[in-house]
């Protein structure tokens, strides 16, 4: 108690005297705070702060409402607001009114309290009028926009900030439902059914994280998807993952290991469950990353390869072609991985070079005659399933033995010599061991020939009982101590080094052992003959038409298509097996010959127990097949599979299939999209797309292969979030035409962003104009584009304005021709072109002159709207490359409708014909161009300061050219930096030429310009510049001078060395003489 007494002390601030002592006590306790005035008056500082900021928060709260109203408001179509409270509000930039920022979707900024400001009642007022209009006319919108906030209005920054709006902006346009078929007019103005436009995702490994050439097939996908919907077309980018059996499978493999489990151990169930919950835990983050850049896909219709009505596609699909006779159970080789123990397909198997691989040369013993036959082989160890040795039949040296026998070493087994012109004479002995099971091409001779097939390896690639004292053996273990074995019975000849190609599993990263297993096949030769008729006949087109050779050579030699994998993970093979009483399977006890093969096919379990009861009686007992189906089997059926089938009267198979345009990589043609046409033409009858665009590879800026040994991979996230998704997206598709990989390069990106720069400050200038010109609700919605202009408003236009209106107009032709041929990259260039070179170089310096001529409002007025609309025209060509930029700009100006993405493309689809064009305008222009860019080159060339203005006389022969340079007189002398008032445009047979030096340039034929050389170059500077420059040559003269005069060079030094001297010597005092004549004329 005496420690918590508090002490006094005295008070100088009255306000802490003013307190009751009871109140003052606490505050003055030194055991907790030493408390002064200071103190005190900071903690009333404090509470005033805090009071201050909660009503700051609640006037903000309410002026985003305001805001955010009013923004929806201005871009209401029908609402007409023109209160006069409103109209007081200066702009954001202080220099327009409020109702003219609010139509351009700018959110003003309030103003000082003044008299003049909206009082309480007029801002409730206008929030419930516009609640009430935009209800009637958006009911199902929301009031807040959801729009980035640079794209509301406010003041834009002068670098465009990608990192503030694409994210924001994707969200707005999902959650509109832009991405939807249904966000743009399902009819035309007939009332006829628009036709639709569907472009399949090739479906990415559900394990997957993006490289760069997923990037590259989302660019060019979205690129045709916005292009399409944006003319009118019912488009649907449809989505989707794969549920990649082998990697994802591997996957959660790994991570048991680290728990020192196998699947095996566990259990199929339970690791089907593992592999679930991975697959939802981390599975979809590539789609994530296909949102950063800009995949306008229709997310609510995305597939998955094994949801469920995937699943039951698969087993309809399966029965369908086994009821056709089509699928079939056999013994065939196949790419087996002994690390997964599965076969896997030929994309699955990659080939590495090993230049230094061993050549074993070794005797097979005659077996009736002394002698033997000398055979290569790079494999010794599969010599003990060795079952011929194959020579050519018009070789001399073997001709006689051929129909003998030979006996394979260390195992005493007697084979027979065969002959067949696959052996090539001149490679190693031209003898060729033959291992029917354990290679492909001799598999194809063992056929031919009726030979044995001996399967020496485990499943693991370990040797097995067929391979006598050697089993067990791992088979390179194999391969050494046969070799030592064969060496001990002197039956080797030699090792010599062999470069050679092996095949590598590309999950496993083992090399793959050809072999002889029992799978399940599916022929392929009637599905492939319809599949090379669809593309010969036209019925599908393959760009680039060169890749039509590569469709031809796979599909005209294929062979029938292992579809099972000794897999857990992917759709189960809807086989049941016949289970006998013993427990084994009756099919394993059957050949494909029998009769009765031991196994039901049906489309569910159920349905296999009814067939299988009708069949063998009602105490049979069934076994599902253990395999799972090759993941490009489902993957055949991704473009139907996805829109019902096999539902063919659901309304998405009916309206999107069959699909527009599959875009993919050239190197699955075959494994991938082949399958997909020969299952769709098999199973609905009709190709399941009408174009197949193939993109190349994305390699680095030297065309090397993209790797991380390499250490030259580009991340497309990292860049995203370095440039932008629009500058990554432009340099992928403008980088190469389809089929040609595409160079890619930080410069090339990091100036494709500078082109965004260009764009968004090319943006900034119009909204700015338009602040500054005060104009009308009417004039405001004047700007606003709704189609093409027509001939008559091109003709009734200024020059400058006639020219970049008409070759807008010739841009937008091309562009359209060349997206609807697909040639993508030509498009994107040639819109980077015109609206570099031509509207911002060009009719945006023009149009400062024309808007800046006092007195001609009408000028002003007729270049602001030309201004907006080639701009308008030009987001709306540039959209599909550059979503984000271009739809947050257009959003800042005069505009109908909600989102650019779904509005009209510059030209309209029903627009018949070419746009209109005046070619004279563009033929007059392009004389002024000429003349501007001879003064230009002739600037750079004098190092003529860029801000200094130069005099200049343009001499013409004839009125055509003089016209056009007197309409544009003062636009030629700001963008050529000529002075206008002393410029003279003058007929050249009344032209007199000044008496003082001049530089003339030639133009063309009756067109030159004369630019005084006094006001090109500075005299007393250049003189002082030559003078130095001839002092360095005089020393170089000396030099070369002094070696030529010694008698020791010019007689000892080589003739060819004196020559090249004096040639130089030569050449010094020409420049030295050019020097002088020039310092005269200064």
């Not at 067990?472 to 046969?482: A, E, I, M, S």
């Not at 060169?546 to 469709?551: I, Q, S």
């Not at 250049?1022 to 003078?1027: D, Y």
Request: net charge negative.
């Amino acid at each position: 108690p005496a420690i918590l007494e508090p002490r006094r002390r005295k008070h100088r601030n009255p306000m802490v005297s003013a307190l009751p002592s009871d109140a003052c006590e606490p505050l003055l306790h030194r055991k907790y705070k030493k408390w002064n005035r200071s103190r005190v008056l900071l903690w009333i500082g404090i509470v005033g702060v805090v009071f201050g900021s909660v009503v700051c928060v609640i006037h903000t709260r309410n002026l985003i409402e305001d805001r955010s109203l009013k923004h929806k408001l201005a871009y209401s179509r029908t609402v007409r607001t023109t209160t006069a409270s409103s109209k007081v509000m200066r702009g954001p930039i202080g220099s327009r009114t409020s109702e003219i920022s609010l139509k351009l979707g700018r959110v003003p900024v309030r103003p000082k309290v003044s008299s003049e400001r909206l009082r309480n009642e007029d801002a409730l007022r206008i929030r419930a009028t516009a609640e009430v209009e935009m209800k009637q006319e958006h009911p199902s919108e929301s009031v807040s926009s959801g729009l980035p906030d640079v794209a509301q209005g406010g003041e834009m920054p002068s670098v465009y900030d990608f990192d503030a709006v694409e994210q924001t902006l994707y969200k707005w346009w999902e959650t509109s439902g832009y991405f939807k078929p249904e966000a743009t007019v399902a009819k035309n103005s007939d009332g006829s059914k628009r036709k639709s436009y569907v472009i399949p995702m090739p479906p990415p490994n559900v394990t997957g994280y993006l490289h760069m050439g997923h990037a590259l097939f989302v660019a060019v996908q979205d690129i045709l998807a916005r292009f399409h919907r944006m003319i009118g077309d019912l488009t649907l980018y449809l989505p989707g993952t794969d549920h990649a059996g082998i990697a994802t499978q591997l996957v959660v493999e790994k991570e048991l290991a680290k728990q020192n489990l196998s699947r095996h151990d566990i259990g199929r169930d339970a690791f089907l469950e593992k592999v679930w919950e991975w697959k939802n835990e981390k599975g979809g983050y590539i789609m994530q990353q296909m949102r950063r850049l800009g995949a306008s896909a229709d997310w609510e219709r995305q597939r998955f390869t094994l949801d469920p009505d995937m699943s039951n596609a698969v087993n309809e699909a399966f029965v369908r072609l086994h009821e056709k006779g089509l699928i079939y159970r056999g013994d065939r080789m196949v790419n087996w991985s002994p690390n997964l123990e599965t076969a896997v397909s030929d994309l699955e198997v990659e080939y590495e070079d090993r230049p230094n691989a061993k050549l074993y040369t070794f005797k097979y013993q005659l077996a009736d005659d002394d002698g033997f036959i000398p055979v290569a082989t790079t494999r010794p160890e599969t010599i003990l399933g060795d079952t011929a040795v194959c020579v050519h039949p018009e070789d001399e040296r073997y001709k006689s033995l051929v129909g003998k026998e030979v006996i394979v070493p260390i195992t005493g087994r007697r084979i027979p010599v065969i002959a067949d012109d696959y052996v090539d004479m001149e490679f190693g002995t031209g003898a060729l061991k033959i291992t029917p099971a354990h290679d492909p091409n001799d598999y194809e001779i063992g056929k031919r020939h009726n030979l044995p097939s001996i399967n020496i390896m485990t499943k693991k690639a370990a040797m097995n009982s067929n391979s006598g004292k050697y089993e067990g053996l791992d088979r390179y273990k194999c391969r050494d101590q046969l070799w030592k074995d064969m060496e001990n019975e002197e039956l080797t000849l030699n090792i010599t080094r062999h470069p050679t190609r092996v095949p590598i599993s590309q999950r496993g990263g083992e090399m793959i052992e050809p072999m002889v297993s029992t799978q399940w096949f599916v022929k392929t030769k009637g599905m492939a003959d319809a599949s090379l008729a669809a593309v010969r006949e036209g019925e599908i087109e393959i760009v680039p038409p060169r890749f039509e050779k590569m469709w031809d050579y796979w599909l005209e030699d294929i062979r029938d298509w292992c579809i099972s994998r000794q897999l857990w993970w992917g759709h189960r093979i809807p086989v049941w097996h016949v289970k006998m009483t013993d427990g084994s399977l009756m099919s394993d006890q059957t050949t494909e010959e029998s009769e009765d093969p031991g196994f039901i096919v049906a489309r569910s379990e159920s349905d296999a127990y009814k067939i299988a009861r009708e069949k063998y009686g009602e105490h049979v007992q069934l076994s599902q097949d253990e395999d799972v189906l090759d993941t490009w089997f489902s993957s055949g059926l991704w473009p139907f599979a996805t829109v019902g089938w096999p539902n063919e009267s659901e309304a998405d198979f009916k309206n999107f299939y069959p699909a527009a345009m599959l875009e993919t990589g050239y190197d699955i043609l075959f494994f991938w999209v082949a399958r997909m046409v020969m299952m769709g033409k098999e199973l609905t009858g009709k190709s399941p797309f009408s174009t197949i665009y193939l993109h190349g590879l994305v390699r680095d800026a030297k065309g090397k292969k993209m790797s991380k040994t390499a250490g030259n991979v580009i991340d497309p996230i990292e860049t995203v979030d370095n440039y932008g998704a629009d500058a990554l997206r432009f340099s992928l598709v403008t980088g190469g035409g389809a089929g040609q990989d595409v160079p890619l390069s930080m410069e090339k990106i990091e100036g494709n962003r500078n082109f965004a720069n260009k764009l968004w400050n090319a943006g900034r200038y119009l909204v700015t104009i338009i602040d500054n010109a005060k104009l009308t609700i009417d004039e405001i919605s004047d700007l606003k584009v709704d189609g093409p202009m027509k001939q008559e408003e091109i003709d009734a236009l200024p020059l400058a304005e006639r020219y970049i209106v008409s070759r807008l107009h010739q841009v937008i032709d091309s562009v359209t021709s060349l997206l609807q041929s697909h040639r993508i990259a030509e498009a994107g260039s040639m819109v980077y072109d015109f609206f570099w070179n031509q509207y911002t170089n060009w009719y945006i310096e023009a149009s400062k002159i024309h808007m800046s001529r006092e007195g001609d409002s009408e000028a002003s007025k007729t270049s602001l709207r030309t201004l907006v609309y080639v701009f308008d025209s030009c987001l709306r060509l540039l959209h599909p490359f550059m979503p984000y930029i271009t739809e947050t700009l257009w959003q800042r100006l005069p505009h109908n409708g909600d989102a650019l993405m779904i509005s009209d493309w510059p030209r309209p689809s029903e627009y018949e014909g070419n746009l209109p064009r005046n070619e004279n305008a563009e033929t007059k222009f392009g004389i002024l161009q000429e003349v501007v860019n001879a003064i230009r080159s002739a600037r750079a060339e004098y190092k003529v300061e860029p801000g200094k203005k130069i005099k200049a006389n343009i001499v013409v022969s004839d009125s055509e050219t003089m016209d056009p340079l007197r309409e544009e007189r003062d636009v030629l002398a700001f963008i050529a930096r000529v002075e206008e008032e002393s410029m003279q445009l003058v007929d050249s047979e009344s032209y007199t030429p000044p008496t003082e030096n001049t530089v003339k340039l030639v133009i063309r034929e009756g067109l030159e310009a004369h630019l005084p050389l006094s006001m090109m170059v500075d005299a007393e500077k250049e003189k002082k510049r030559l003078t130095k420059q001839a002092e360095k040559i005089q020393k170089d003269i000396d030099l070369l001078d002094k070696r030529l005069s010694s008698p020791g060079f010019v007689d000892k030094a080589p003739k060819q060395k004196v020559d090249e001297t004096r040639a130089q010597l030569d050449e010094k005092k020409a420049q030295i003489s050019t020097i002088m004549e020039t310092m005269s004329k200064l």
